[in-house]
């Protein structure tokens, strides 16, 4: 990335390359995923979740939502640039988040206060009328509360039950990829980890109580492992 015309330096931040394996790799159980498009880096260790729309990106995978929300790391969520208001058919994200969407993608809004929604499917995003963010325009009109940026409003794609806020845990991400993000993001081909392992606690992100639950996982001390 470019800082200018003029002569610099930048000391960035030092990649801190930590070990996710305890057992033996080739003893865990993986399985090859497709990763969708415009959820940039995704690191290692990280949460992961399944899209369940009924068509758009049905059946690849994003990163796994947390419970609690701001979470360690969010790229899971595309936070709106404006409230919703009440029954609301468009919302507005930014340009580069408004690329974690394909048309078809059902989509679930919520924020820290209000109860989260299913608005079904996308039926179109229009990235052109504004050049400061993009509008989503959904099937289902959203209820009578209008979800608001004060209260970290956002949207995402189905990707779980409504009881853990339309995002379950499937995996846990064996090797850093990048997604991409904006307009020339292409998404990512990566290696799920399901089971049979022990996993370092401090490498995982988003492990949140309801994640463990989801992939059946435990902990001991420092280690994680799922069965």
Known sequence: MAHGDTPYVVYGEQSDYKRLYYSDPEAALKVPITLMAGYGKIEQGTTIAQNLSAAGGDGKHVPYAATTFPADVDNARAYLVADS?????????????????????????????????NLGAITAIDR?????RAAITVTTATGGTSFTTARYAHILVEA?????????????????????????????IATLIIG???????TLTNLDAAAITDISAGS????????
């Open 85 to 117: 208001g009440t029954t609301a058919t468009i919302l507005y994200v930014s340009i580069d988040d408004s690329y974690k969407f394909a048309v078809g993608d059902d989509v679930i809004i919520n924020d820290n206060t209000t109860g989260a929604e």
């Open 128 to 132: 052109t009328t504004q050049t400061f």
């Open 160 to 188: 779980g039950t409504a009881g853990n806020n339309y995002s379950d845990c499937v995996g846990i991400l064996e090797k850093t990829v990048n997604t991409g993000t904006g307009e020339n993001c292409q998404g990512a």
């Open 196 to 202: 049979n392992c022990v996993l370092y606690t401090g």
């Open 220 to 227: 001991y001390g420092q280690y994680t492992y799922i069965r």
